[in-house]
């Protein structure tokens, strides 16, 4: 019943810049924190960036700098600006979020199914 909607992802050259976006739709009772995770070929899935509803936010070392963070709780989005991209950066990006969907139902995890993000040098 929660669908996350991604979208922003493309193809950009070293040294530019791309914004994602994600969207949270269906059955949302309240949202504990959503965040971005991205997986490149043959490696591990690992974190880029995450947010609190409260505002606090989290960033892999990589991103540090560069990747910023912010969401609409009004509108329940979260949105990942990504300045001074590498070839390294080049993933699958995935959108995560903690909602809990029904005032009796517990929080649990949601994933988007991905974009892609290729930095060409």
């Not at 669908?3 to 009772?29: K, M, P, T």
């Amino acid at each position: 019943q929660v669908h996350l909607v991604e979208s922003g992802g493309g193809l950009v050259q070293a040294g530019g810049s791309l914004r994602l976006s994600c969207a949270a739709s269906g059955s949302i009772f309240s949202i504990n924190a959503m965040g971005w995770y991205r997986q490149a070929p043959g490696k591990e899935r690992e974190l880029v960036a995450a947010i609190t509803s409260g505002g606090s936010t989290n960033y892999g070392d990589s991103v540090k700098g560069r990747f910023t963070i912010s969401r609409d709780n009004a509108k329940n989005t979260v949105y990942l600006q990504m300045n001074s991209l590498k070839p390294e950066d080049t993933a699958v990006y995935y959108c995560n979020a903690n909602i809990r969907p029904q005032i009796l139902i517990r929080a649990m995890d949601y994933w988007g199914k991905g974009t892609l993000v290729t930095v060409s040098s």
